[in-house]
T-cell receptor, first 116, second 115 residues
Framework: EAGVAQSPRYKIIEKRQSVAFWCNPI?????LYWYQQILGQGPKLLIQ????????DSQLPKDRFSAERLKGVDSTLKIQPAKLEDSAVYLC??????????????FGPGTRLLVL | AQSVTQLGSHVSVSEGALVLLRCNYSSSVPPYLFWYVQYPNQGLQLLLK??????LVKGINGFEAEFKKSETSFHLTKPSAHMSDAAEYFC?????????????FGSGTQLTVLP
């Protein structure tokens, strides 16, 4: 079974530029998550989708971050414009069912973003 | 609100020695607890999870963790460390209550295994 795919793996941009990350979850997984992992910290949830609807985006900086999951499969996370403090690893995860709290989340390899 | 505290951002053990990584949680409702491992340049992989069944949970690669409600702890152990165990380990908590359904991670513990 293929895992969660993410691209690109690395991205370097200058502040105020735009950047987009792509995620393809495990086939059949209804729930998709985007996390931000700053160096030295644990991942922090940015947004959670159930199929193509947003379940939780309470920690997403909506003035500069946006995400979509058209057709309920793959997803794109965008930052526009980027700030220095956005330098982090952006992790995508998916799980089969949303409402089971014990459900395992499967993580992709992440996209490492460096903002100069 | 829920939170996780991992004591010790770096832990070093000798190969063959006991591994003990500490995790304490705070949750207003009964929690579900997870340990994830992250190898360099890879995503997180689930090691084990506590879901209110047995308090002693066995996971992959010989790891296990014990849920102790009285101590609000969920420490991760392995009897004998192997070089391949070197990685970063994250404890996480999730509770079935409104916004607390979010998976909240600790800040991680980097495990070094010395030859």
């Amino acid at each position: 079974e293929a895992g969660v795919a993410q691209s690109p793996r690395y991205k370097i941009i200058e502040k105020r530029q735009s950047v987009a990350f792509w995620c393809n979850p495990i086939s059949g997984h209804a729930t998709l998550y985007w996390y931000q992992q700053i160096l030295g910290q644990g991942p922090k949830l940015l947004i959670q989708f159930q199929n193509n609807g947003v379940v939780d985006d309470s920690q997403l900086p909506k003035d500069r971050f946006s995400a979509e999951r058209l057709k309920g499969v793959d997803s794109t996370l965008k930052i526009q414009p980027a700030k220095l403090e956005d330098s982090a690893v952006y992790l995508c995860a998916s799980s089969l069912i949303r409402d089971r709290v014990q459900e395992t989340q499967y993580f992709g390899p992440g996209t490492r973003l460096l903002v100069l | 609100a829920q939170s996780v505290t991992q004591l010790g951002s770096h832990v070093s053990v000798s190969e063959g020695a006991l591994v003990l990584l500490r995790c304490n949680y705070s949750s207003s409702v009964p929690p579900y607890l997870f340990w994830y491992v992250q190898y360099p340049n890879q995503g997180l992989q689930l090691l084990l999870k506590y879901t209110s069944a047995a308090t002693l949970v066995k996971g992959i690669n010989g790891f296990e963790a014990e849920f102790k409600k009285s101590e609000t702890s969920f420490h991760l152990t392995k009897p004998s460390a192997h070089m391949s165990d070197a990685a970063e380990y994250f404890c996480a908590v999730r509770a079935f209550s409104g916004s607390a359904r979010q998976l909240t991670f600790g800040s991680g513990t980097q495990l070094t295994v010395l030859p």
